[in-house]
């Protein structure tokens, strides 16, 4: 069942929170909508990449000379045709990009740091070609040890990744290298005083395994270089500018000069923010100088671009008798990958945001070991850490025999709430929605046999960021409505019903487009629950110069001053008793006059969207637990989260159950699986389990709307925050089911048999 | 404090740029001044201020926004920007 609950002020509007059918969906279901792969163009070579068998191993030399004599073979290239770059972090949109590691991410230089690292590509008039010219590459590897584990790998001894990486935030600066590229800390209070005040300590240690984003549709290009330098590419991303940006940089070529359009997208979940095949296309076609397509495998996809981390986390908590937290801890080690960045920082902010606390203490690591550079995936780093802290908050409900929803509304962030990463809080869901889970049928239906139930919070921030839309009034009085964010989660509709909502125009008289690079100022990617705020602001600001331009001309017309004249209800108006009496006109009659009055009119936006608000989440899950397999099954789940507005519900409710089902996938089944060698062993969908629809109960949601005042129609954001309760919810209630708490994920049947096992022997057992 | 200032927070790894400093008060109308202030008393702090730092001036988190004003009794934090997946 899918609910609404305390709807948000303003529910009268006529389009925004109602469900149309969605614009996208006709092509889709057809197969007419293009992804990544879907372009051809005339002439076109297929590109493919040699990548290193080894974990770990200097690159002695590469030799690409036979490879080259074979017919059919047009242009290989390898690390050396990317310029070297400084290593230096600067601003990429709103991410610090270090293009020293990106250059080597694309293209091993001097180490192949993890198996699945890019060597060499080459682009062939066939894929056949093109395969067996990677076979002639010959590469001279020296192959050094491999460390996958991020506990092994911060330990002195431990093979080093990057022999000049000395720890930074730690003081004095360590003289020797190691692994540990980064510590954080964040403090609020006094966590020993706190915890001196304690009635309860809980304190447990967890571990998480790094997985994959999973979406269904590979990384895929197609690019383009004509021989006056500029070039064309098409490619599946949640950033064009930033695919431009980023191939601009490697390849030393001027911004303007690359176009970048972006195709239909299956899925990023954060994967797709970052550039893997595109500048190796771009590289390969102005070499070859013929259009290249490049299209992952999906073992490529799984071996050669990010997954999140693994990690190991240890979070302590003290509470009072009565519930209130008085002291909480945690120290995040993360996995990064072959390179620096893991998404520890975001994190350790999120660890306790949900919650009032006056002591907190959060250290983080990120650690580089030798898999591939993690990538954002959905609210990163926050499930990891969230999945900890809400374990063991269940955990403390349990010890002080408190119901585990009024332990957390009693300690509950709300509006004015310093939050444990430094700012008050404006309004936010969080109260609403634990109030919401409580009163949910849910909550108070009896389980059966074997069953147990969980709850679980969950917070994320939420970004703003660059964007740019235009809004053109055509001459028929139709709109067309270009935005730069790639539509992953239902843009097009939402930017439609808030253009409509503005404008009082039918939603069919306003087609939305995602814009090409040469169409619009920069726009950041769609990422960070952004898009819906970001450009649907940006949208309202371009209708809103629309409609006053409308007026404008009317006024001209009637000869009244431009505040005689109004827009309401899809019409210019005269306003006021003075203006005189004038039929109103609607766009279509200002649009048919529009080049006798000034000529074209549009809205052009171009912002840096602030106002960005969080949203908090509270999941209720109840599991069956095979007692003689230890198959965890998930037989209810309700997902209930603060939107702001959900401008179209259904895509709102698409969002919580897409966050589910992955963070199900997380706690129950996914994990990449190494090998002693360093090589992963289920890099495909048959071994690397995500839940499919018969794994999965129909997910119920209920939509909380705490309006963001900073937004027009209050949107927060809604994408990210989905995915954090679930590895939580999921493991408090096997732990409710079978009175064993499971701190490893994930919760897959041998495990779990495994521990039903040793807690039979034992007597402890509650199935 | 000084009631014409703002209230400065320095928040995570920030402190090591400050000699351990997080609290601090700094009369500045702008995020730019408020970075121009601190980077005058903390050479170090400056470049972290530049790149990759967001500010909440009351609460509201703003992400590369040199030109929003801060008033003179803000409640301001400085701490990592964030971006999302």
């Known amino acids: 069942m899918q609910e609404k609950v305390n709807d948000a002020p303003g529910s009268d509007y006529t389009y925004v929170g109602t469900r149309p059918i969605r614009p996208d969906g006709v092509d889709k279901v057809t197969g007419r909508a293009k992804f990544g792969a879907d372009l051809a163009m005339a002439g076109q070579l297929v590109g493919k990449v040699l990548r290193s068998p080894h974990p770990h191993a200097r690159i002695r030399s590469i030799d690409t000379s036979a490879a080259e004599k074979l017919a059919g073979v047009k242009a290989v290239i390898t690390g050396k045709d990317f310029m070297d770059q400084p290593s230096e972090f600067i601003p990429a949109g709103e ?82 290298p190691s692994n540990v590229a980064k510590r954080i800390e964040f403090v609020l209070g006094d966590v020993a005083a706190g915890f001196k005040q304690a009635d309860v300590i809980v304190e447990r240690e967890f571990t998480t395994k790094p997985v994959h984003q999973g979406y269904i549709e590979p990384h895929a290009c197609i690019a383009s270089v004509s021989e006056d330098g500029t070039a064309d590419i ?222 679980a919070s969950g917070f994320w921030f939420n970004i703003g960021g660059e964007t740019s839309v235009s809004l053109s009034l055509n001459e028929d009085g139709t709109l067309s409505l270009t935005a730069g964010t790639p539509d992953i989660g239902g843009l097009r509709a939402s930017l439609c019903m808030m253009a409509a909502e503005e404008l009082k125009v039918p939603l069919d008289k306003i087609r939305v487009q995602i814009g090409d690079t040469g169409q619009l100022g920069y726009n950041f990617l769609t990422g960070g629950s952004r898009a819906t705020f970001s450009s649907g602001m940006a949208t309202v600001e371009a209708a809103r110069e629309v409609m006053k331009e409308a007026c ?47 000529g074209p009119i549009a809205g052009y936006s171009r912002i840096n969207a602030h106002g960005a608000a969080p949203s908090l989440a509270t999941h209720v899950c109840d599991v069956e637990v095979d007692p003689e397999t230890g198959k965890v099954s998930v037989v209810r789940y309700t997902a209930i989260q603060d939107a702001g507005r959900a401008i179209h519900p259904s895509y709102v409710e698409g969002q919580y159950q897409g966050g589910v089902a992955q963070g199900i996938g997380w706690a129950l089944n996914e994990e990449y699986i190494y090998g002693a060698d360093g090589k992963m062993q289920n890099a495909g969908f048959l071994d690397y389990r995500v839940p499919v629809a018969s794994d999965l109960p129909m997910i119920d949601t209920v939509i909380v709307e705490v309006p963001n005042p900073r937004h027009p129609y209050g949107v927060r954001g809604v994408g990210e925050t989905p995915i954090v309760p679930p590895m939580a919810a999921v493991a408090n209630a096997v732990a409710n089911a079978t009175g064993i708490r499971f701190t490893d994920l994930p919760m897959s049947p041998p495990k779990v048999l495994k521990a039903l096992d040793e807690a039979r022997a034992k007597g402890t057992a509650k199935i | 404090m000084d009631e014409r200032m ?58 590369d926004a040199l030109f929003q004003p801060i008033g003179p009794h803000s409640d301001v934090h400085i701490l990592p920007q964030i971006a999302g997946g």
């Open chain 1, 95 to 176: 991410m610090m990009i270090n293009y020293r590691d990106v250059v080597r991410n694309v293209m091993a230089r001097e180490k192949a740091l993890y198996e699945g690292h890019a060597i060499a590509a080459v682009a062939a008039t066939s894929a056949a070609v093109a395969k067996q010219a990677l076979k002639l590459i010959k590469v001279d590897y020296e192959v050094l040890p491999h460390v996958i584990d991020v506990v092994e790998a911060m330990k002195p001894g431990a093979p080093l990744l990057h022999e000049d990486m000395y720890t930074a935030g730690v003081e004095p600066a360590p003289k020797t």
């Open chain 1, 234 to 455: 098409w490619v599946t991303t949640q950033g064009h500018w930033i695919v431009r940006a980023h191939c601009a940089r490697l390849l030393g070529w001027d911004v303007n000069k690359i176009r970048a359009t972006s195709s239909e997208i299956g899925g990023g979940f954060g994967g797709k923010t970052v550039v893997y095949l595109e500048p190796l296309a771009l590289a390969l076609a102005k070499k070859a100088r013929r259009p290249v397509k490049m299209v992952m495998t999906r073992e490529e996809v799984f071996r050669a671009s990010g997954p999140t981390s693994g990690a190991h986390v240890r979070v302590k908590i003290g509470a009072k008798k009565d519930g209130r937290i008085v002291a909480a801890e945690a120290e995040l080690k993360y996995q990064a990958g072959a390179f620096a960045g893991s998404p520890v920082q975001p994190g350790a902010m999120c660890a306790y945001a949900p919650y009032d606390l006056e002591n907190v203490k959060v250290v983080g690591y990120d650690v580089v070991t030798n898999r591939p550079k993690v990538a954002a995936y959905r609210a990163p780093g926050g499930p990891i850490s969230e999945f900890a802290v809400e374990s063991v908050i269940d955990e403390l409900a349990g010890r002080i025999g408190m119901d585990p929803i009024e332990l957390r509304l009693k300690n509950a962030a709300k509006e004015g709430t310093k939050a444990a990463y430094g700012p008050k809080f404006g309004p936010i869901g969080m109260i609403d929605t634990l109030k919401a889970a409580k009163s949910h049928a849910h909550w108070r239906t009896p389980l059966g046999k074997n069953q147990g139930r969980g709850v």
């Open chain 1, 552 to 598: 404008k001309r009317a006024a001209k017309l009637w000869e009244l001053p431009e505040d005689a004249v109004e827009y309401k209800d899809g019409a210019v108006r005269p306003a006021g008793p003075n203006a005189g009496k004038h039929n109103p006109m609607t766009l279509k009659e200002i649009a048919g006059i529009a080049g006798k009055t000034g």
């Open chain 2, 6 to 63: 703002a209230h400065v927070t320095l928040i995570g790894n920030l402190r090591q740029f400050t000699g351990g400093v997080t609290e601090i008060d700094v009369e500045a109308a702008t995020v730019r001044q408020l970075f121009a202030r601190l980077g005058e008393k903390y050479p170090d702090l400056l470049p972290h201020l530049e790149t990759g730092s967001a500010v909440a001036i009351d609460g509201q988190i703003y992400q």
